[in-house]
């Protein structure tokens, strides 16, 4: 028996920065854009702080906020998603505070998505080398809390209501960044244009060719899964879905 691939109707991707997405799940999202998913990609922060250039000082941060909103516009039509929504955070700021579970939860309300992508909200180390963002941190519990309770119950966030916001049952939670993945998905078909995205962002590489690290990762996490490039996850599985999408 084959198993099918899950490839959801509609997914959304949840981040702090401008590029965080294209450093870490771009294949998947275009492999799912490529079969058919809707993919909306939520920016949470304006990215204002990306940026050591000591040309200059706090008047840029507007310049900078406009410059990553049209990185992540382009990144985005290369993965082949059309809905980018940025909630406009202060970057280096981020708090997993209620308002903003609730920001989220609209969203999620509205886009009703399958599956909801984001980080994971335990991870503070990654090797001894890097200390993860906590904009990073905040972004993936915010996402994970608004997928579930909260977009779920009727009575959570209840004035959501009024605004014709019904509850909806995210199926499913990936979590990419887990030390303990149990999902691999597929992106040797996608990688090219997962660098494409990524050099998108072009006001935070700079001189620097991300292709080696990049071929690097993908080929770490495919030798975990069986595949020559891959992007892994921890898959929450909240629903099973009668309709599992289309197939490979
Ligand atoms: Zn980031």
Redesign the pocket.
Known sequence: MTVKEYIPKVAMSIH??P??QEFTVAGTLARWAGSGCEVVSVVITRGDAGSNDPAHDQTYKPTLTAIREQEQRAANGLLGIRETVFLGQPDGELEPTIPLRKDLTRLIRRYRPQVVVTGDPQAVFYGNGYIN?P??RAAAQLALYAAFPSAGSRLLFADLLEEGLEPHNVERVYIHGSEKPDTWVDIAGTIEIKLAALRAHASQLGDWDPEKMIREWATEEGKQGGLQYAEAYKVMVLEESEDRGTTD
Do not use: G, I, L, T
């Open positions: 702090a920065h590029d965080d963002h904009d990073h």
